[in-house]
């Protein structure tokens, strides 16, 4: 039994015991990393994530009744709401994704039955590995399977991204539910978020003496969320002055030629994010991973300085792995603290990890988190 079974019997075993019946099943989706392309996916650009081998698991269960009720083996409060009741506003703090994710479904108009959720997660939340998106795209592959709904799994991401966007009000993207819904074991995913087409790209697999580590700084600065939407806004604005749908659509010539000041680093930074999720699909492509590592560099250094969402422990991760022997790294996810991810030989791994850390505990840090993660399947029913 790997972690994930044990971990879904464990759901499943605490989720009689609370509600003195079995679920109907768990279902799993994976959190995410991105290897390239931040912010660029509200701009209809392009995206190179791939879905994490760490996951959130719902056990869940009709009801008799049309309530809605969820709880979570991780994280304290209870949310229960009848489903007529159901829309946005009606219920905050975690259950919201929950609930927001059956609202999204449609499950009020339908007149589904109520349920009962029990949640769990492998993800840690807060970290920039998209543990929202795991938990939206669980509960709505879970609700649509038992409703026997049969929408594909875009329709699905979609779903759990307007949990987000309409019952939440975080103003997301749709990479990271793309993501957890498509992603492919030992692949990353190239998604055009415009046309929502995507190809697997392969990645150097568990024979090629590589290895894929993440580092959570552990810090999350408290302008996150602010700062994700004031960039959304300052993408959007630029795209006007330009006269373009959006940033997907301008040059590099134009960006530099006709905006100026914080506008023109904005839009810089999307325009060239793009160009570079496509080269770095070409170095990973011909195994060029000196190509890949400057590809990487020159991503860390736009966020750092154009789209300015790295923070000093991001840059600090980055710099360590990279004199520790890693072949790139950058920051990934929405940025202003979260995770880096680099690609290192496997042996070079533990060496890392210990630099990593005594980085940090000489500028009095709090302690990372580095683990290695390999590319996972997207969401599933796990029983
Ligand atoms: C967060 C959002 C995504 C995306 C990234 C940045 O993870 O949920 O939609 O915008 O930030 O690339």
Partial sequence: MNDRDALAARLATEFRARLGRPPAGVWAAPGRVNLMGEHTDYNDGLVLPFALDSATLVAVAPRDDDLLTCLSLDRPGVAALRTGDLRPGAVTGWPAYVLGALWALGWPQARQPGLDIVVTSQVPPGAGLSSSAALTCAVTLAAAELAGLEPDRTTLAAAARRAETDMVGAPVGIMD????????????????????????????????????????????????????????????????????????????????????????????????????????????????????????????????????????ELDLAVDTLLDAGALAARMTGGGFGGCTIALLPDAAVPTATTAVTAAFKTRGLTPPRAFKTRPSHGATRVC
Wanted: proline content about 3%; charged content about 25%; hydrophobic content about 40%.
């Fill in 177 to 312: 539910q793309m993501a957890a819904m498509h992603g492919q074991t030992d692949h990353a995913l190239l998604l055009d978020c415009r046309s929502l087409t995507f190809e697997p790209v392969p990645l150097p697999g568990q024979d090629s003496g590589l290895a894929l580590l993440v580092v959570d700084t552990r810090i999350s600065h408290a302008h996150a969320d602010g700062g994700y939407a004031q960039r959304r806004t300052a993408c959007e604005d630029a795209a006007r002055t330009l006269g373009v749908q959006a940033l997907r659509d301008a040059t590099l010539t134009a960006v530099e030629t006709t905006l100026v000041g914080e506008q023109r680093r904005i839009a810089r930074h999307v325009v060239t994010e793009i160009e570079r999720v496509r080269t770095a699909v070409t170095a990973l492509r011909h195994n060029d991973l000196t190509g890949l590592g400057e590809i990487f560099a020159a991503s860390q250094a736009s966020m750092r300085d154009d789209f300015r969402i790295s923070c000093p």
